[in-house]
């Protein structure tokens, strides 16, 4: 029974009417495994919810059966904070270096000092006393400040930036600041923080400076500083253990391998996925000391990006390339005014 003003409908076909397949049962649908396609959508209730110290990192939505945690919207006053943070890597990085120099010189008088004599040389040194960095401690109190908000705030386009430099400044030279930003990234939120454009970087960098930042001396004095080893307990007011950095390395690699094969071939998780297999495997990660920046050397690898991408070619070769050009338009004109003739 169809007429020729039912054939002229849009998007009507005598096929699609005569074989109309019945709707899918609900029951039907099968889940093969966990994917990223509900993760790179954000429900618009997450838009209106602020982080809170409630959480352990992010305060956000914790993780369930076959999902992950997402962190809420970071609050306004919480940017508006980072941003204002007067935070300079290079001046950073040359007061711990002078810092760390005060102290061996402070280690060495004290085992040539014997006897009496001793005293009296202390009430002269008093004012030579190695001062700690005051980058690095505004660092520290800014990072305890932002601790419960840190995963949201590496996924605020302002945030990140900010967040990323207390990483290059804490986690580089200071353990237990690594361990607090890591703690705050990853646990819990490694999935998300790893998928999303600017949190990816901060994730990357993190890793980078707290396991492959500064030497081996310079970590054991500024860990003496803090009073923190290894298995230390949390100075930030909580009561808690703070977890190692080989802990929480191996509890993201938990949380990222579910979701490895599509991590691999995403565009901002590969990378993060790239410095967590480096970190697992113990392959030396890009930092200002292996790249030659961090001294007086210009800036790091870190400080611009803290990836090294591609090959760099040498200026010679770009300027053959024109020679060659130019030839050939040369070569051109030649055969041009040869036909003419």
Not at 103 to 122: L, S
Not at 188 to 214: D, E, K, M, P, W
Not at 244 to 256: F, I, K, M, Q, S
């Amino acid at each position: 029974r169809l007429t020729r003003k039912w054939w002229r409908l849009p998007g009507r076909t005598l096929h699609s009417i005569i074989s109309r397949r019945p709707p899918r049962p609900s029951n039907s649908t099968v889940r093969s495994g966990p994917t990223l396609s509900a993760h790179l959508v954000a429900p618009a209730d997450m838009s209106r919810d602020y982080g809170g110290p409630d959480d352990g990192g992010g305060g956000g939505e914790q993780q369930q059966d076959g999902e992950y945690g997402r962190p809420r919207r970071c609050s306004p006053e919480s940017v508006s904070y980072v941003r204002s943070l007067p935070l300079d890597v290079e001046s950073a990085a040359r007061e711990v270096r002078e810092y760390v120099e005060r102290k061996k010189k402070e280690k060495e008088r004290n085992k040539d000092r014997t006897g009496a004599e001793d005293a009296k040389e202390e009430d002269d040194d008093d004012d030579d006393e190695a001062e700690y960095p005051q980058m690095l401690s505004a660092s520290m109190a800014a990072i305890d400040e932002i601790r419960n908000e840190l995963a949201s705030l590496s996924c605020d386009e302002r945030g990140s930036q900010a967040v990323e430099a207390l990483a290059r400044i804490g986690a580089t030279h200071s353990p237990l600041a690594a361990r607090k930003l890591l703690g705050g990234l990853l646990r819990g939120y490694a999935v998300h923080v790893s998928c999303h454009r600017y949190g990816s970087h901060v994730a990357q960098t993190t890793l980078a400076c707290a396991l492959g930042g500064c030497d081996g001396e310079t970590e054991r004095i500024m860990a003496e500083e803090e009073e923190v080893g290894e298995d230390g307990d949390d100075d930030g007011g909580d009561g808690g253990e703070l977890p190692t950095l080989r802990d929480l390395v191996l509890g993201a690699a938990e949380e990222l391998a579910p979701f490895a094969p599509q991590l691999a071939v995403h565009v901002c998780g590969s990378h993060v996925l790239r410095a967590v297999l480096c970190s697992l495997v113990g392959v030396e990660l890009v930092h200002p000391a292996a790249a030659g920046g961090g001294g007086g050397g210009g800036p790091s690898l870190l400080e611009g990006g803290g990836a090294r991408r591609g090959k760099v070619k040498p200026k010679k070769k770009k300027k053959k390339k024109k020679k060659k050009k130019k030839k050939k338009k040369k070569k051109k004109k030649k055969k041009k005014k040869k036909k003419k003739k």
